[in-house]
């Protein structure tokens, strides 16, 4: 076991809870380090239920595209925790020798006091973006905002709030407007917020709490629009219109949010010419997100000429997005369609399955190993089936995959197959497939 799995571990071990909202002990961490959060570059805080990482990538490749150094932190990772952590001298991802000495700082700090993993990991981020130089520090919230490790960032350069969607409500509330005030909670006085579009319920809430901090508001739908045309993205606003190349990442709904990241950028001034957009969207780099399975191990499981896709959407909002996208390739070139899956106890998979209903030909569940609170293969094909889909249990993702192989050979159609439902299981069909996110 190396030196970084040894401290996760131990790190894991400070708190009894997984999910323990608090911020207390967060600044009780942080004034240990000598505070690094009031150190850190220029913030733009996201928080929403769907997207947030996909529009973190696309604000990081726009800045990029026009010379700016960005920090980045994400979660959860897929394959390596150092995934979480990019830093901006480079780009690239936290190196081992300096992410153990970060999390060594943080324990020693912490001296054996109760705190969640992620409080503490979090810290160890901030320290580490303190320390090093960037121009912007593009910080995802991990789960709700009013109370989530992140939210001790006091002054950021803007907020932003993806769709707001139905999920955590074990800790975040039962309906969309508690999950809303939660999501809000990020919100700063006087600080720019910019609102994919929302929910009827939902933009209410962003707008009192906006209001209450004399927030100037950016609302996609009302401000500002992006949509397909005809094979482009058209970006328009007060300024003008933009004609832009649609975004790297696989859906329509990454039109939606490639154009809240550029409503970000520029509610803060930091939106490059259009050229440099356009670079940035061409390079859009987000693993995990209908990504297609192109070569290795995987596809030499799968059925000769299958098309693979792997996404690590999790609620109901991601189900309806990833069957659209299916939908539309569907209707490009029908394949007989077959869903792989794992999902956490604390998901909707009833939610999640349903916009699959008469899209998909059978669902294979499938547990996750590299989390305790995955549902076993047989309670998730009962849901499946509670939500019209034929399923089936397999023990693992190989037994799963075969069995679609001995199907496609029956039907004698290269089959398209979806691997989805967790990061936990994008990250585990990623590793076993022997790619690394870069």
Same mark, same amino acid.
């Given at each position: ?13 400070? $708190?009894?809870?997984?999910?323990? =909202? ?81 999390? $060594? ?33 593009? =910080? ?31 800790? /975040? ?29 939902? /933009? ?48 329509? $709904? ?10 970000? /950028? ?47 959407? $999790? ?10 996208? =299916? ?9 007989? /369609? ?91 069909? =990623? ?8």
């Amino acid at each position: 076991m190396d030196q970084i799995t040894k401290i996760l571990d131990r790190l894991l071990a400070l $708190h009894p809870k997984e999910i323990d =909202l608090s911020l207390g002990r967060m600044h009780r961490l942080l004034a240990a380090l000598g505070s690094p959060e009031k150190s850190l570059p220029p913030v733009i805080h996201i928080a929403g239920t769907n997207g947030k990482g996909s529009v973190t990538a696309t604000m990081r490749a726009i800045l990029e595209a026009s010379g700016k150094r960005c920090h980045v932190y994400t979660s959860p990772h897929l394959v390596s925790f150092n995934e979480r952590i990019r830093l901006g001298a480079d780009g690239k991802f936290v190196s081992d020798p300096e992410l153990f000495e970060a999390l $060594h700082r943080c324990e020693e700090a912490n001296d054996g006091e109760e705190i969640t993993f992620f409080e503490i990991t979090t810290a160890a981020a901030l320290l580490l973006f303190a320390e090093h130089p960037a121009d912007v520090l593009l =910080l995802e919230v991990g789960l709700g905002g009013r109370l989530d490790a992140t939210n001790v960032v006091e002054d950021p350069l803007a907020c932003v709030i993806t769709p707001v969607s139905m999920d955590h409500e074990k800790f /975040l509330g039962e309906d969309l407007p508690v999950i809303a005030a939660e999501k809000a909670g990020i919100i700063k006085p006087g600080v720019p917020v910019v609102c994919a579009e929302q929910e009827d319920v939902v /933009l209410p809430v962003i707008e009192r709490m906006a209001a209450r901090n004399r927030a100037p508001l950016v609302v996609c739908g009302q401000d500002f629009v992006a949509q397909l045309d005809q094979g482009r993205m058209a970006y328009q606003d007060e300024d003008g219109l933009i004609d832009l190349p649609l975004p790297l990442l696989g859906g329509n $709904h990454q039109v939606s949010n490639a154009g809240l990241a550029i409503a970000a /950028l520029d509610a803060v001034g930091l939106l490059p010419d259009e050229d440099e957009i356009a670079k940035g969207l061409r390079s859009v780099n987000w693993p995990g997100r209908l990504q297609p399975v192109t070569h290795g191990p995987l596809l030499e499981i799968c059925p000769q000429g299958a098309e693979v896709w792997l996404d690590g959407g $999790h609620n109901p909002g991601a189900g309806v997005s990833i069957a659209e996208f =299916l939908g539309e390739q569907e209707e490009r070139a029908p394949r007989p /369609l077959y869903i792989v899956t794992g999902m956490l106890t604390t998901k909707d998979p009833v939610g999640f399955f349903r916009p699959f209903h008469g899209l998909v030909r059978h669902v294979g569940t499938v547990p996750i190993t590299s989390t305790t609170t995955a549902r076993s293969p047989e309670d998730l094909a009962d849901l499946a089936r509670c939500a019209g889909l034929e399923a089936t249990p397999f023990q693992s993702l190989d037994a799963a995959l075969a069995d679609v192989a001995a199907c496609a050979d029956k039907d004698g159609e290269p089959p398209r197959i979806l691997i989805c439902g967790s990061l936990y299981l994008a990250g585990e069909a =990623l590793a076993r497939n022997g790619t690394v996110p870069t």
